[in-house]
C-alpha cells in the first residue's frame, strides 16, 4: 500500500534562514509527486509537481525539490523563507496504478518569524 | 482557470440531522471529483472518488450509507451526511481533475476551499 511520511511536524525559521522538508514514500511502482500548500484560512493550492523528467523541479515563489528516486524522497527546499511563507504544507504522492488515489502525507507546519 | 468551489464554507448542524455540501467546477468539466476528510492537525484523507454519471467509489472504512455522494453533472457533487453525529465534525474538501484541460496535467487535482461541519 502507498504511504508518506513527512519527518517534520513543526518547523520553525527565522525569516531568510533556508528551508528543507522531508518527505519519504513507499511505493513500488512509477509516482507522480505532488507539494501542496495551505495558507491558513485558505485551501489546498499545489506548489509543485514531479511527473517525469527532470528530477529537480522548480515551483512557485521560490520553491523547489528533488525526487530521488532511490530514496523514495521528494524533499521540498527554499534557500531563503520569508515570513509570508508561514503555512501547512503536504507531501502527496499518487501511484500510477491508481490514479483516483492521492496518498498525503501528515503535513508540516512551518512558522517563519521577521 | 481550474477552480472549485465550495458550499457552504462552515455549517452547524444539531446531531441526527442531514447536511449537504457542493462541490463544482466553476471552469472546466469533471468526470471525476474526490472528497476527502481533515481532522484537525492531520492530514487529508480520501473518503469516496465520484463519478459522473455513476456510483461513486468509497474508500475502506468509509460508509457509503453514512455519506451519500451524487455526481449529476460535469460540474457539480455533493456529499450529504446523513444522521450526522459530533463524530463526523470535520473539515471536508473536495478536489477535481480538469480532465479535458491542454495546460494542466491528467492527474492533477485541484482543491476546493473546504467546508468545515461542526455538529453539536
Known amino acids: 500500500a502507498q504511504s508518506v511520511s513527512q519527518h517534520n511536524h513543526h518547523v520553525i525559521l527565522s525569516e531568510a534562514a533556508s528551508l528543507e522538508l522531508g518527505c519519504n514514500y513507499s511505493?513500488?511502482?512509477?509516482?507522480?509527486l505532488f507539494w501542496y500548500v495551505q495558507y491558513p484560512g485558505q485551501h489546498l493550492q499545489l506548489l509543485l509537481k514531479?511527473?517525469?523528467?527532470?528530477?529537480l523541479v522548480k515551483g512557485i515563489k521560490g520553491f523547489e525539490a528533488e525526487f530521488i528516486k532511490s530514496k523514495f524522497s521528494f524533499n521540498l527546499r527554499k534557500p531563503s523563507v520569508q515570513w509570508s511563507d508561514t503555512a501547512e504544507y503536504f507531501c502527496a504522492v499518487l501511484g500510477l496504478d491508481n490514479t483516483d488515489k492521492l496518498i498525503f502525507g501528515t503535513g508540516t507546519r512551518l512558522q517563519v518569524f521577521p | 482557470g481550474a477552480v472549485v468551489s465550495q458550499h457552504p464554507s462552515w455549517v452547524i448542524c444539531k446531531s441526527g440531522t442531514s447536511v449537504k455540501i457542493e462541490c463544482r467546477s466553476l471552469d472546466f468539466q469533471a468526470t471525476t471529483m474526490f472528497w476527502y476528510r481533515q481532522f484537525p492537525k492531520q492530514s487529508l484523507m480520501l473518503m469516496a472518488t465520484s463519478n459522473e454519471g455513476s456510483k461513486a467509489t468509497y474508500e475502506q472504512g468509509v460508509e457509503k450509507d453514512k455519506f451519500l455522494i451524487n455526481h449529476a453533472s460535469l460540474t457539480l457533487s455533493t456529499l450529504t451526511v446523513t444522521s450526522a453525529h459530533p463524530e463526523d465534525s470535520s473539515f471536508y474538501i473536495c478536489?477535481?481533475?480538469?480532465?479535458?484541460?491542454?495546460?494542466?496535467?491528467?492527474?492533477?487535482?485541484?482543491f476546493g476551499p473546504g467546508t468545515r461541519l461542526t455538529v453539536l
Open positions: 514531479y511527473f517525469s523528467g527532470d528530477p
Open positions: 511505493y513500488g511502482g512509477t509516482v507522480n
Open positions: 478536489s477535481a481533475r480538469d480532465e479535458f484541460s491542454t495546460t494542466s496535467a491528467y492527474n492533477e487535482q485541484f
